[in-house]
């Protein structure tokens, strides 16, 4: 079946930087668009970015030019590199593969403090 397993998550200061990923089981990685999102309390999980399985990436405006989101298709594992972190990045982020009506991983919080 499939398993995500998010990593790299923690806590650190605004301008500073954290690279997530993900590890991807249980299916053809190289077929499906990968994602990541993330959920604030008291509010509804968004898109971050996702790459698709060409390579084409997307990225929520509030992103743009701070995140980076990779695929190592010979790993089968999807990262976020993220830098230029701001307080309201602060949210538990869930890797995220669109397969069928989509599984999610369990998550991995990132707290960046002011």
């Known amino acids: 079946q499939v398993q995500l397993v998010e990593s790299g998550g923690g806590l650190v200061q605004a301008g500073g930087s954290l690279r997530l990923s993900c590890a991807a089981s249980g299916f053809t990685f190289t077929l499906y668009t990968m994602g990541w999102y993330r959920q604030a309390p008291g509010k509804q999980r968004e898109l971050v970015a996702a790459s698709n399985s060409g390579g084409i990436t997307n990225y929520a405006d509030s992103v743009k030019g701070r995140f980076t989101i990779s695929r190592d298709n010979a790993k089968n594992t999807v990262n976020l590199q993220m830098n230029s972190l701001k307080p309201e990045d602060t949210a538990v982020y869930y890797c995220?593969?669109?397969?069928?009506?989509?599984?999610w991983g369990q998550g991995t919080q990132v707290t960046v403090s002011s």
């Open positions: 995220y593969v669109e397969k069928g009506r989509g599984s």
